[in-house]
């Protein structure tokens, strides 16, 4: 019934952890049909008896697509390895899914490594929602209730049920998002190709969260070339002006008075919003100016 892909970038102890979670699934013999664990530091050794593919780290987005072409059953399961799934989670997630026809995506209950919740179910983001998060005034874009089973906009890409005729209708995930949004992007193409996404509470996780990467100058790099990405797409020249000018503009120095306060890497991370700027213009080419 299901592929799983795990995308694997020197985690390999949250990666044992994450497939001792997965095997030990209520009925993973029966619903799970292939694991495969995309590889790219490091010479990974399973414990398991999974597929690993091995090459260079091209993304998250398109290592789960290159993952994703090597099954062919009817569910595909995007995990994240710093996940950790509650037995009955798989089953639970598979079976509200499966009730949903018209359904191509679906998350689950998150909670932090201290038990604290984890907005998983989410609503697409404003233009003024990634205006402020571009200088630290917003971080995230939760709906009201966590605890309701139902429809959302998105949800949380750290677990991550799709249906694999829908991710496959749309093309999958759009291999130009590196790292972050891509899975706002995914649903919101499936939500305009007459897909719903679902959200069930009933199912539990624990995201480590922070495990696996953290938000270290690499990934604040991507998270605003990601943001500046989805902006271009998805908002008027205006608002992604906006947006843009706090990314250059403000959020550098945000981000290295946080890092010289938390011991981090003032200058790198000083430095991470403007090369996420420069590759976001790269990336969208000739349309890039009016900013």
């Not at 509650?86 to 026809?101: E, I």
């Not at 995914?186 to 897909?195: D, S, V």
């Not at 002006?241 to 403000?250: F, K, N, Q």
């Amino acid at each position: 019934m299901v592929d799983a892909v795990i995308v694997n970038h020197g985690q390999d102890g949250l990666v044992e952890s994450c497939l001792a979670c997965l095997f030990a699934s209520e009925d993973a013999d029966r619903l799970l049909s292939s694991v495969t664990v995309r590889n790219s530091r490091g010479a990974y050794a399973p414990s398991y008896d999974v597929r690993v593919v091995d090459g260079q780290n091209i993304g998250y987005g398109a290592a789960c697509n290159e993952c994703a072409r090597l099954g062919n059953a009817p569910f595909l399961l995007f995990l994240n390895p710093d996940v950790m799934m509650r037995r009955d989670a798989l089953k639970k997630a598979l079976t509200f899914l499966q009730s949903r026809p018209d359904a191509g995506l679906l998350g689950i209950a998150l909670t932090h490594g201290d038990s604290r919740p984890q907005p998983s179910k989410m609503r697409f983001p404003t233009a003024e929602d990634l205006a402020k998060r571009a200088v630290g005034r917003q971080r995230g874009y939760a709906t009201c209730d966590q605890s309701a089973s139902g429809e959302a906009d998105w949800v949380l890409g750290a677990f991550l049920l799709a249906r694999r005729a829908a991710f496959e209708a749309v093309g999958g995930f759009d291999e130009r998002f590196f790292l972050y949004f891509e899975e706002v992007d995914l649903a919101m193409r499936l939500k305009k190709a007459g897909w719903r996404c679902l959200y069930c509470a009933e199912a539990k996780a624990v995201h480590l969260c922070g495990g696996a990467g953290g938000v270290s100058p690499f990934c604040a790099t991507h998270l605003a070339r990601s943001r500046l990405l989805y902006a271009h797409r998805y908002f008027n020249r205006r608002e992604y002006g906006r947006i843009y000018r706090r990314t250059v503009l403000a959020e550098p120095f945000l981000r290295f008075f946080r890092a010289a306060l938390c011991g981090g890497q003032p200058v790198s991370s000083f430095l991470a919003p403007l090369r996420g700027a420069k590759l976001a213009r790269e990336a969208i080419g000739d349309d890039a100016g009016g900013v």
